[in-house]
């Protein structure tokens, strides 16, 4: 790892969600057996869905947390 940090673009924040949201779906679909969703979800999968999907009516971190601040 260097020392400064690489310059993200729009497009690699969307591929890094894209597949935040593929995993997430592939988990729930691995734990609940329904690949439509339809169960509850984890806190786990709560929170990773909070984090990659953003929701301005939402505060951010959850209640809890000490993520950093979007920003």
Do not use: C, I
């Not at 339809?38 to 951010?60: K, R």
Request: net charge negative.
């Amino acid at each position: 790892m260097g020392l400064f940090k690489r310059s993200e673009s729009k497009k690699d924040d969307d591929n890094r969600t894209y597949r935040l949201l593929d995993g997430l779906d592939a988990a729930v679909a691995a734990r609940t057996g329904d690949p439509s969703g339809g169960a509850d979800l984890t806190p786990f999968e709560e929170t990773v869905l909070f984090g990659v999907g953003y929701d301005p009516a939402q505060s951010y971190p959850p209640a809890g947390h000490s993520y950093p601040n979007r920003g």
